[in-house]
Structures are given as structure tokens and as C-alpha cells.
């Protein structure tokens, strides 16, 4: 496992916790954060064992966007440069995206720019309520371009219209009202949530769920024609007929817990 200079990785039985590790910064990401968050969540989405994913972050802030020095040197940067470091932040952002298992933002403090690419890349995000959100690259002349795939699945096109535009700071209650988190809890009822989220995914079938996040990606936003039909078809049969879909139906039917449950650790 690699060693990591600016996040944790844990992984303990089914789950592995990534954790945003420099609190004096806000946890604010650089170059070097970049390629560590891509790395750990590479090593735990290909973990055998791992079930589930829980991305959180040490100190009051979950993650201010861009580390200040960072922006300094990107300052004097080529348009050649600027390409190559967006597209590092854009791979990193698609690891999360495309993790094979599933994603859930653990969010215990405030979380501006770059961070809100962070929570939207995540299946699941649960906030507290004392959270501040922002966009607010425009306020420096710039456009929350490589997040802006994740945000806008994540809030939609018209949240996105008013708070890209205006980069105003919005609660964790308006978060929750436009769907860019799932839930808001009090602090000392963060944890036990994520658990429940945790115990909700390491119940399913791991084959099942990992079939569900590319259904979505295959399914939304596309038109309901004879070919998507075609592909909804082909896949409950591709399901119905592997090794865990026989083995979960079978379960239900025989009243017993399915082998995925007694593999757990």
C-alpha cells in the first residue's frame, strides 16, 4: 500500500476510509493531493474486500478548494501547463466518478470550489448542518470548469445557473434542497449515518451494485428508445442469470441470508 503525505487510507473488512489530512491547509488540494486521492482510491476500489468507500476530512473544514501556494505557482503557468493540471484534477475527479465501489462523502465542515467537485463525485453525501457551501470561482475570474460534470449531475442545471454565476455561500439545508447532498444531520449524528449508509451497502451484493452505478451512467438523461430499452433488457438478464443474482434470488426465496453476508468481516 503507498504511503501518503497529505490524506489516511483505512481499510478495516469491508470498508476503506480516505481522509482529507491537512487541517492547518483546510484540507485544500494541490498537485500532490490530487495524485494521492487518485492513488488511494484506485488501491481501495481494486481491495477484494472492500465494499465501500467513505471519503472525510480532519479539522473544521472539509475542503476549501485550491491550496493558495498552488494557485501561486499555477499563476505563471503555459496554456500547456494549465492543461496538464486541469487534466490531472478532471483523472482524479473521474476515480471517484467511475470507483467500482460505491462513494460516500462524509462532510464536517465547510466546502468551497474544487471541493464541491469532490462531494459531487461521490455516490452518497451526507453533511452536517453547520456546512457552508460556495462555488466561488468566479469571484477570481475563474469557472468551475473540470468539476462542472459532477456539480451539475449532483444540484442540476438551474442551482447551478444562480450559484456558478453568483458564487454565493449556501447552507447545508439549501445543499440538501437542490439534491447536492443526500443528508444533513447534526455533528455528533454524523457518524451515525455514514454506519447506516456503510451497513446498507455491505448488505447488497457487491456485483449488483456495481452493476447499478454503470446503469445509471448508461441510463440518465438518454432518450427512451428501442435501444435503451434493448440495453435495460439485456441487462436484468445478464444479472438474473450471474452467479450472485442466482445466489440472491435463491436466498429470498429459501428465506437465508445470501454468501455475501457470510463472507463479511
Known amino acids: 500500500m503507498s504511503q501518503f503525505?497529505?490524506?489516511e487510507l483505512e481499510i478495516e473488512g469491508a470498508v476503506a476510509r480516505i481522509w482529507l489530512n491537512r487541517p492547518e491547509l483546510r484540507n485544500a488540494f494541490d498537485d500532490v493531493v490530487i495524485r494521492e486521492l487518485d492513488d488511494a482510491f484506485s488501491q481501495a476500489g481494486a481491495a477484494a474486500d472492500?465494499?465501500?468507500?467513505?471519503?472525510?476530512?480532519n479539522g473544521p473544514a472539509f475542503c476549501a478548494g485550491a491550496n493558495l501556494n498552488w494557485m501561486r505557482r499555477a499563476a505563471d503557468f503555459t496554456h500547456e501547463q494549465n492543461l496538464a493540471d486541469a487534466g490531472g484534477l478532471a483523472a482524479m475527479l473521474r476515480t471517484i466518478h467511475e470507483s467500482p465501489k460505491p462513494v460516500i462523502a462524509r462532510v464536517q465542515g465547510d466546502v468551497y470550489a474544487g471541493g464541491m467537485g469532490l462531494v459531487a463525485a461521490c455516490d452518497v453525501a451526507v453533511s452536517v448542518d453547520t456546512a457552508w457551501y460556495c462555488l466561488s470561482e468566479v469571484k477570481i475570474g475563474l469557472i468551475?470548469?473540470?468539476i462542472s460534470p459532477y456539480v451539475l449531475r449532483a444540484m442540476g442545471t438551474r442551482a447551478a445557473q444562480?450559484?456558478?454565476?453568483?458564487?454565493?455561500?449556501?447552507?447545508?439545508?439549501?445543499?440538501?434542497?437542490?439534491?447536492?447532498?443526500?443528508?444533513?444531520?447534526?455533528?455528533?449524528?454524523?457518524?451515525a449515518k455514514v454506519a447506516e449508509l456503510v451497513k446498507?451497502?455491505?448488505?447488497?451484493?457487491?456485483?449488483a451494485v456495481r452493476a447499478c452505478k454503470q446503469l445509471i451512467v448508461d441510463v440518465a438523461g438518454r432518450e427512451i428508445d428501442d435501444a435503451l430499452i434493448a440495453k435495460t433488457v439485456q441487462g436484468i438478464a445478464d444479472i438474473r442469470a450471474s452467479e450472485e443474482g442466482r445466489e440472491g434470488v435463491q436466498a429470498?426465496?429459501?428465506?437465508?441470508?445470501?454468501?455475501?453476508?457470510?463472507?463479511?468481516?
Request: no cysteine; proline share 5%.
Open 5 to 7: 503525505t497529505t490524506l
Open 162 to 191: 444562480r450559484y456558478f454565476l453568483t458564487a454565493e455561500r449556501f447552507t447545508a439545508a439549501e445543499a440538501h434542497r437542490i439534491g447536492f447532498v443526500h443528508e444533513v444531520v447534526a455533528a455528533d449524528a454524523l457518524d
Open 50 to 57: 472492500v465494499r465501500v468507500i467513505v471519503l472525510g476530512a
Open 144 to 146: 468551475p470548469a473540470t
Open 252 to 265: 429470498f426465496l429459501q428465506k437465508r441470508k445470501p454468501s455475501w453476508l457470510g463472507e463479511q468481516k
Open 200 to 207: 446498507a451497502f455491505t448488505g447488497a451484493s457487491p456485483a
